[in-house]
């Protein structure tokens, strides 16, 4: 793999500047995707169309989309020289993305009941997403990424690794709460009760923006801020959306439930 990354960067230098320029452009594409999200809701699941292409089976669709953002990150960890990966801030940062993708790309997908087929356009972005991310994440922790000695202490990295441990508990939990509102075989929508779900529409969604943001500030590189913002903007649209339409299919639905912020929003 170090071959390959060699025949398409001339230097360091040039996939330094390439990953900054990745991450610059997920940013762009975030506020890009906050303005079409006024009007559109993300097109799978409850709100897919035929509009957005042929349906792929929801197991396969999501297995196979998710994929990329754990094989590429396996390659380029174990399969390139990946100088920082030997530094415990860089191994700790690596550990926190492959626990989250391992049970996403590998677990997830398999654990589904009865979810909506996937239209063929939102599967194929989400597996450009994957890749795009997964090599953009883990080649520069594992080969650019610089800490300085001491930063596993930092209040930084401390708060963002606890942030990240409480938002991805919240999102595993949350999808298990959904997972179990179907018995096998039925397809319908119920309402969601239990953990934060008692509070918010969206926990699954807020369980996922925290855990990302947390990401974020113990990594502290715009290459994980991308990514935070990314997530908040999609997974936080859908939560509103969500919200809303429970509310206009429920009559009995929680009235004090907020959609994605307890007490707040
Ligand atoms: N990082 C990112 O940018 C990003 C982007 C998208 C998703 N994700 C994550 O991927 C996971 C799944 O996302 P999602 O958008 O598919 O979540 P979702 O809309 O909440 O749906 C999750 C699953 O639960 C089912 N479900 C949802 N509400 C239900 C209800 N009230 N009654 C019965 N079943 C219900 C859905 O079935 P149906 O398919 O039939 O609706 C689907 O199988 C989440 O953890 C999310 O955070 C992350």
Redesign the pocket.
Known sequence: MDNLLKSIFSSEEEELYVLDCLAYFMMFMALATFFTLLFEN?P???Y?SSKYGFPVN?KLA?FIQELPAFCIPLGLVFWTSSAKSSQLANQLLLAMYFCHYVQ?ALI?PFL?????STPFASFAL?FL?CLYNGYMQTRYLSHYADYPPDWVTHPCFITGSLLWLLGWIT??H??HV??N??KPG???????RGGLFEYIS?A??F???VE?AGFALAGFSIHSAA?AL??FV??SS?AVS?HKW?LTKFEDYPKSRKALVPFVF
């Open positions: 993300v799978y699941g409850r897919a929801v999501w996403r997830y589904i009941r009865g979810g909506k989400a997403f999102n595993v949350s999808d959904l997972r509102l179907r039925e397809t319908g929508y119920k309402i969601p969206g699954n969604f369980g996922e923006i990302w990514f990314f997530t999609v997974l859908r969500h429970y």
